[in-house]
């Protein structure tokens, strides 16, 4: 089974998978991290250099090698992967995609807390980060509202996201949704 992990920045997608595919024996597979990999860049050298649209090409390509893969992983998404293409679909029809819904005031924290700053936020000042995050939020939220899981994980527990996807799963006529 193919579990793809979607969210804002800052919402523990890399976190969340390392620990989903250690508590379900899978393997682990972060696009952003497959991409600083392939390219030996780091995501805002990256963008820096190239540009946005050259990123989201490369990111759909790891992604469909990703989504191709026969073995059970965990697939963590960038911010915005789900967003372009028809990246949200193809994810659907591969596995079992979660948005993992973290309040925009914890990503502002997390945000403000990170060593790295992401692309979209990395020029912007302090007093203008809220309504940053706040105006990208809103464009990406109808994407990541499509998973088949919604998951709240400002407070994360990693045993109970395992058996919430095993019950949609085994019972996906019925999606489960896991709401606030």
């Not at 979607?6 to 393997?27: H, P, Q, R, V």
């Amino acid at each position: 089974m193919k579990i793809i992990l979607t969210g804002f920045m800052y919402s523990g997608k890399t976190t969340t998978g390392i620990a989903l595919a250690k508590e379900l024996n899978y393997t682990f597979l972060d696009i952003d991290l497959r991409i600083e990999e392939l390219y030996k860049m780091t995501i805002e050298d990256i963008f820096a250099s190239f540009g946005e649209d050259r990123f989201r090409l490369w990111e759909r390509e790891v992604l469909l090698d990703f989504l191709q893969r026969k073995d059970d992983v965990v697939i963590s998404l960038g911010g915005g992967t789900p967003c372009f293409f028809d990246n949200m679909r193809l994810c659907k029809e591969s596995g079992v995609s979660v948005f993992l819904d973290v309040p925009s005031e914890v990503i502002l924290r997390r945000s403000k807390a990170a060593d790295v700053k992401r692309p979209i936020i990395q020029n912007v000042s302090n007093e203008s980060l809220p309504s940053v995050i706040e105006k990208f939020l809103a464009q990406r939220k109808p994407y990541y509202l499509q998973a088949d899981i919604i998951y709240p994980s400002a407070d994360l527990d990693v045993r109970q996201l395992a058996l919430t996807i095993a019950e949609y799963a085994n019972n996906s006529a019925n999606p489960y949704f896991f709401l606030r």
